[in-house]
């Protein structure tokens, strides 16, 4: 069993930047790939950007650019610098873990941090 904790959410004016983090503890050799999703309100949760334990990346289309994903493996963390931020950021951002270098599928779920974004 992996826990997630996450930090760093909050209230920010379109085009600033905020970073998120996540904590992993628990049973952490078994995780390989960590990264972020986000559900905005009415919408399904879907795919912000995930990294490999040797640091390989990927994005959705949308954030492509603008957010950089990182990862401490000494420290068991994951953080996502978020830059340009838009009002269609706006969402609850989860951090997640997976046995599978894809994140596919999701082994464990942080609890989610509010991102919002104002116009």
């Known amino acids: 069993q992996v826990q997630l904790v996450e930090s760093g959410g909050g209230l920010v004016q379109a085009g600033g930047s905020l970073t998120l983090s996540c904590a992993a503890s628990g049973n952490i050799f078994s995780i390989n790939a960590m990264g972020w999703y986000r559900q905005a309100p009415g919408k399904q949760r879907e795919f912000v950007a995930r990294?490999?334990?040797?640091?390989?990346?990927n994005y959705a289309a949308s954030v492509k650019g603008r957010f950089t994903i990182s990862r401490d493996n000494a420290k068991n963390t994951v953080d996502l610098l978020m830059n340009s931020l838009k009002p269609e950021d706006t969402a609850v951002y989860y951090c997640?873990?997976?046995?599978?270098?894809?994140?596919?599928?999701?082994?464990?779920w942080g609890r989610g941090t509010q991102v919002t974004v104002s116009s």
């Open positions: 990294i490999s334990r040797t640091g390989i990346t």
């Open positions: 997640a873990t997976s046995r599978d270098v894809f994140l596919n599928p999701v082994d464990s």
